[in-house]
């Protein structure tokens, strides 16, 4: 049975900084990409950034380029994204998610979230 957690979330003061882990276990086959999503309280899911496992593509949204990083813990399967100079506009549930690629297809697999709060 597939299981992504979600851990790191917090409250934390603007200008800080966190750093969310997503770890998945009982995988049919290793990582190929990864991401991470986010929902603030009564607003749809956005997206936040993805990757490939090996790091050599990366992408961000551009409310986050240059202060979030995706990366990938190589040999395991975990997923970090680190979070610099958070803004209150941050505040949401975070969601991380994984695809592996097995007998010919994209398996997708998500987590449940773990809650950052950016707040003085």
């Known amino acids: 049975q597939v299981q992504v957690v979600e851990s790191g979330g917090d409250l934390v003061q603007p200008g800080g900084s966190l750093r969310l882990s997503c770890t998945a276990s009982?995988?049919?086959?290793?990582?190929?990409?990864m991401g991470w999503y986010r929902q603030a309280a009564g607003k749809e899911r956005e997206w936040v950034a993805d990757g490939t496992s090996d790091g050599s593509t990366t992408d961000y949204a551009d409310s986050v380029k240059g202060r979030f990083t995706i990366s990938k813990e190589n040999a395991e399967n975990t997923v970090y994204l680190q979070m610099n100079n958070l803004k209150p506009e941050n505040t949401a549930v975070y969601y991380c998610?994984?695809?592996?690629?097995?007998?010919?297809?994209?398996?997708?697999?998500w987590g449940q979230g773990t809650q950052v709060t950016v707040a003085s």
């Open positions: 009982g995988l049919a086959s290793s990582i190929n990409t």
């Open positions: 998610y994984v695809t592996i690629l097995w007998h010919g297809r994209r398996w997708d697999y």
